[in-house]
């Protein structure tokens, strides 16, 4: 509910301002000692709060891949609630040929403890400084042939607020509007961190870049890995990712194409706006992040999408924990049916699953008691459907885009995102399975089956992923059109 504080122990970040400086100290355990090529490090979770266990081995330490386990494992955040998340809409039948094999035990891509960064200071960053924004290096195939350009002549169905229509491509995924196609892409393993390591995500920032040159045809392209020197403007500390989220958006204009991806840490911090449904903001953590802060979700619409003009695109994935809602959109796409119907919410957020919880905690003594537990339950009820509607109208006065805007996010807020192994090499689950799937479809796929497709791979394959990616929008549209960028 809106302005309640985040509980004390059960996500990323506990209840604490959003302020700048050091973060408070906290007890993280020593970090497993051994070499970890071929095996996993001993149970436990790396780089979780307080409770969840000890930290990854030290810089410089190996991170090849290791051997199948089980099912998700260490969680660098909050452990996913209990309950059953495989509810909503079957994907269709034969689409997306044999899963593969996932050779690691997933690692949750949450905060690793509970610390509240600042958001980014405000003022006009500008362009990033100097540096090779180009596609990456290496022959990776030719480009999709380039079309005409192509006029705006309509919208698609939804009240007008469809894909302007443009020029297709070669790439059925493609649309050539004639515009700049720029992207930002940003790969964090917290190399340079004591705590909460991860392993796949610089590979994701590499493989996403090299497939949306090769597949969409971008090139002017800033890649943001913490590999990189730390003096560089690539090297992806809070300040460097403001800068390129300028410089991503900046004059943009109709017929422009936009592409942002994240993989790294997600948290949460207290919401004092009480416009979020769970009372907390989502946020993404640089670098940096134990000196400067996190970067939080209202920053995020603002510096990213809150100013694009009608007629421009811009696709966002967030492969990281608590994404649900990372750029506040104010459209959600919901399944009615089949194996993912409800997907979009947890367990404890449907009607039942409230009044379960609530019916627990409450004595019953005969009749009279009977039906003030029912008079309490319906008085409850009606309290949250209308504060609810309430914030919704809200989020979409606010928060509606002129631009067309889609993103894929690696889970629920209330979800992690795991950090795995796929053909012997360490990547995010959600970022494989994006590519994954485009791959399994060369031809025209719709936003809602592209959506499907991902949870088929992460829910159907040889492992059995609890993460669901969620399909969030600027605008009402109708996701039965093709996936394009």
């Not at 290496?138 to 607020?161: D, F, H, K, V």
């Amino acid at each position: 509910m809106g302005g309640m504080p985040p509980p004390s122990s059960g996500f990323d970040s506990t209840a604490m301002s959003v302020g700048t400086g050091a973060p408070p100290g906290g007890n993280y355990g020593a970090p497993p000692g051994g070499n970890y090529m071929g095996a996993g490090p001993p149970g436990g979770g790396y780089g979780a709060p307080g409770p969840y266990g000890a930290a990854p081995p030290s810089p410089g330490g190996n991170y090849g891949a290791v051997s199948m386990g089980g099912p998700p494992g260490g969680n660098y955040g909050a452990p996913p609630p209990s309950g059953n998340y495989m509810g909503g809409a079957p994907p269709p039948a034969s689409n997306y040929g044999a899963q593969p094999q996932m050779q690691t035990p997933p690692n949750p891509y949450g905060a690793p403890s509970g610390y509240m960064g600042a958001p980014p200071p405000s003022g006009n960053y500008g362009p990033p400084p100097g540096g090779n924004y180009g596609a990456p290096g290496g022959n990776y195939g030719a480009a999709p042939p380039a079309g005409p350009p192509g006029g705006y002549m309509g919208g698609q169905p939804g009240g007008g607020y469809g894909a302007p229509v443009a020029a297709r491509t070669g790439n059925a995924h493609m649309l050539n509007t004639g515009g700049k196609r720029r992207a930002v892409i940003i790969g964090i393993n917290y190399l340079r961190s004591n705590r909460g390591r991860l392993r796949g995500c610089i590979n994701d920032a590499n493989n996403i870049s090299r497939f949306i040159s090769e597949h969409f045809g971008f090139r002017d392209i800033r890649l943001m890995t913490d590999d990189s020197p730390p003096n560089s403007p690539n090297h992806p500390t809070k300040q460097n990712m403001i800068n390129a989220m300028n410089w991503l958006v900046a004059d943009a204009q109709p017929g422009d194409s936009f592409f942002f991806h994240f993989s790294g840490h997600g948290g949460q911090s207290e919401d004092k706006t009480h416009m979020e449904d769970d009372g907390l903001n989502e946020t993404i953590l640089p670098a940096d992040w134990e000196s400067v802060g996190m970067i939080v979700d209202d920053d995020l619409h603002n510096m990213l999408v809150r100013n694009l003009p009608e007629g421009s695109r811009f696709t966002a994935i967030f492969d990281s924990c608590h994404s649900g809602t990372a750029l506040d959109l104010p459209y959600l796409y919901k399944v009615q049916s089949g194996q993912f119907k409800n997907a979009h919410k947890a367990e404890e957020d449907r009607f039942w699953g409230r009044h379960k919880a609530k019916a627990k905690k409450t004595k019953v003594s005969g009749i009279g008691g009977a039906a003030k537990m029912f008079s309490s339950h319906v008085t409850g009820e009606v309290s949250h459907q209308v504060k609810k509607k309430v914030r919704k109208g809200i989020m979409e006065q606010r928060n509606t885009t002129k631009a067309i805007v889609v993103m894929f996010s690696g889970c629920r807020d209330d979800q992690t995102s795991a950090d795995a192994t796929m053909a012997n090499q360490a990547t995010g689950a959600m970022s494989y399975s994006f590519m994954e799937t485009l791959k399994r479809n060369q031809g025209n796929i719709s936003y809602a089956d592209l959506l499907a497709g991902m949870r088929d791979v992460l829910h159907n394959g040889a492992k059995k992923f609890t993460q669901l990616p969620q399909l969030s929008y600027g605008r009402p549209m109708d996701m039965s059109q093709s996936f394009t960028m």
